[in-house]
């Protein structure tokens, strides 16, 4: 065998070496890459999940903070009935008058908010709102 031909032989073998090693590196940079992208659909949903109980504890805590202001409210209510059957309620806040007024007969309901200290009211002033879904929830 010639030298020539042997170095081409040799020269043939490592670059059919190195397209082996280059082959086999792309199946593992092809195989990493599938599982990070797995991994990354698991953190997305996870992510996902995350947010959603986020919402709905936002949404409960929102509604219990509600609820603690109605409860906090109907422990100062005063109940009287007006000429028109709706329930009036008159409550002592020293930050806002509040107002709802509700028609027994139709269930239609208004609602108003003043804020006393832009009239210049004294705080231990009385506000004032209708109520009638406390009743309802309560009885």
Known sequence: M???LSSLDVQQVNQDKAR????ELEKTVVEQERELEEKLAEKEKRVALLAKENSDRFSRLSALRIKVDLMEWFLHVKVKQNDHGSIDAI???PKSVFTRSV???SLQSTESKENISRKGWDQSQVFAFVF????RSVI
């Open 103 to 105: 028609d027994s007969a």
């Open 132 to 135: 009638l879904s406390i009743f």
């Open 91 to 93: 409550a002592f806040n």
């Open 2 to 4: 010639s030298p020539l």
């Open 20 to 23: 082996f090693k280059l082959k």
